[in-house]
């Protein structure tokens, strides 16, 4: 069964970081490309970060471009996101995406609040 699990999660002030696991299983995660997605209240889920299996290629949304970081550790079968220099507006619940097996987590929350 395909699984993947979020973590990472929290409040922070603005202008601090974080870091998101997203722990897979269940497929052969090195040739898997992976997504992060985030959703925040009464906004439609948008398309965060992306990173392919075959080069390691990384796409980012325009909004957080320069400021996150989407990483792979095929070791431990994990995607990362480092967010830096958070702001309110990236309040959401962020969440894991492995496309090719149509699998998605239950998701992280993140609050930047002061």
């Known amino acids: 069964q395909v699984q993947l699990v979020e973590s990472g999660g929290g409040l922070v002030q603005p202008g601090g970081s974080l870091r998101l696991s997203c722990a897979a299983s269940?497929?052969?995660?090195?040739?898997?490309?992976m997504r992060w997605y985030r959703q925040a209240p009464g906004k439609e889920r948008e398309l965060v970060a992306t990173?392919?299996?075959?080069?390691?290629?990384?796409t980012y949304a325009d909004s957080v471009k320069g400021r996150f970081t989407i990483s792979r550790d095929n070791g431990k079968n994990t995607v990362y996101l480092q967010m830096n220099s958070l702001k309110p507006e990236d309040t959401a619940v962020y969440y894991c995406?492995?496309?090719?097996?149509?699998?998605w987590g239950r998701g992280t929350q993140v609050i930047v609040s002061s």
């Open positions: 995406n492995a496309p090719h097996f149509r699998a």
């Open positions: 990173i392919s299996s075959l080069l390691d290629t990384t």
């Open positions: 269940g497929f052969t995660f090195s040739s898997a490309d």
